[in-house]
């Protein structure tokens, strides 16, 4: 039996991006716990996010990772992205897919170079950004200060004044906690929860319009081969869907073998999806990154 799905309504996409080691998958590590994905018995590998080999030795994010969670009924997609400057493409790809930012910063290194970029990339999309100073418990720690060269940043790259209000909040990933004040006590990322779905919105699109959806990452599932991984825009798609891949050369037929959304840590095959899912499908065989696939009457 598929799993349940959330209502449009009751979705939030959000893409955690950053400077290189300031955080991103230990604080994702934490909302899943937090929201119970975890077993209180269970033994935890930290970084569940990253999966590669070379990303556990290297302790880097190199591909983005999807995820989600459930808080108070809402179902938060989560994104966590590359923060090296060698995977900017991967970055700029994954925010299309987001409704906003969590601009996670080092509370005393403070903002880096590819802290910039990333930003820069959230800030042309026009995405709603929130900002943590993450590692309060660094014993060198200058969040008050980060906190400033953080708005300098966003003024030098010419934010909106919607985007320049962004909220602050100041975390210890680790220990799983968030505060919105450095006096607040802090017991845990109930304040982080509270402004994702305060500050970013519910996905648009219109699921009675013809499917829309770019593909911006590929996979591989070893039963099923390639997997074209994007977000719907509008319409709907479902299991044994007729649908066009609209490709450089042209459009190509093609027929949706399996669909799979993403629930906690795992990829789960669902019936259909509408717009606002992020989900990936199977039996597009010659399908690229850039791709769209459409409705084949009205690609």
């Known amino acids: 039996m598929a799993p349940s799905r959330a209502a449009p309504k009751d979705r939030r996409n ?35 996010l990253d999966t590669g080999d070379l990303e556990r030795e290297r302790g880097i994010t190199i591909l983005a990772k999807h995820t989600s969670v459930r808080y108070q009924d809402v179902q938060i997609n989560i994104i966590d992205t590359p923060g090296h400057a060698d995977f900017g493409g991967e970055v700029e790809r994954t925010l299309m897919m987001a409704d906003g930012a969590l601009l996670l910063v080092d509370a ?32 060198d720690a200058r969040p008050e200060e980060v906190l400033t060269e953080v708005f300098d940043l966003f ?42 779905l305060a500050r970013v919105p519910s996905p648009p699109g219109d699921q009675s319009e013809p499917l829309q959806l770019l593909v911006t990452n590929i996979d591989h599932d070893d039963y099923v081969g390639r997997l074209a991984i994007g977000r719907v825009r ?46 990936a499908i199977a039996g597009v065989s010659d399908v690229q990154i850039g791709d769209t696939i459409a409705d084949p009457k009205q690609p």
């Open 155 to 196: 003024c030098d790259l010419e934010a909106s004044d919607e985007q320049t209000d962004f909220p602050t909040l100041y975390a210890i990933g680790k220990d799983g906690i968030a505060k919105r004040s450095l006096d607040d006590a802090g017991e845990d990322l109930t304040p982080l929860f509270e402004e994702i």
């Open 108 to 139: 005393a290194e403070g903002p880096l170079p590819q802290t910039r970029f990333v930003l820069l990339q959230a800030i042309q999309l026009g995405l709603p950004i929130l900002v943590v100073i993450n590692k309060l418990d660094r014993h």
């Open 14 to 48: 959000i893409a955690i991006i950053a400077h290189v080691d300031h955080g991103k998958t230990t604080l994702v590590d934490a909302m899943l716990r937090q929201t119970g994905v975890y077993r209180s018995n269970q033994k935890v590998e930290d970084c569940a």
């Open 234 to 279: 509008n319409g709907r798609i479902g299991v044994a869907q007729e649908i066009a891949l609209l490709q450089e050369d042209g459009a190509k037929p093609a027929k949706v073998l399996r669909l799979y959304g993403f629930e906690a840590l795992a990829r789960v095959e669902i019936p259909e999806a509408r717009a606002g899912d992020i989900i």
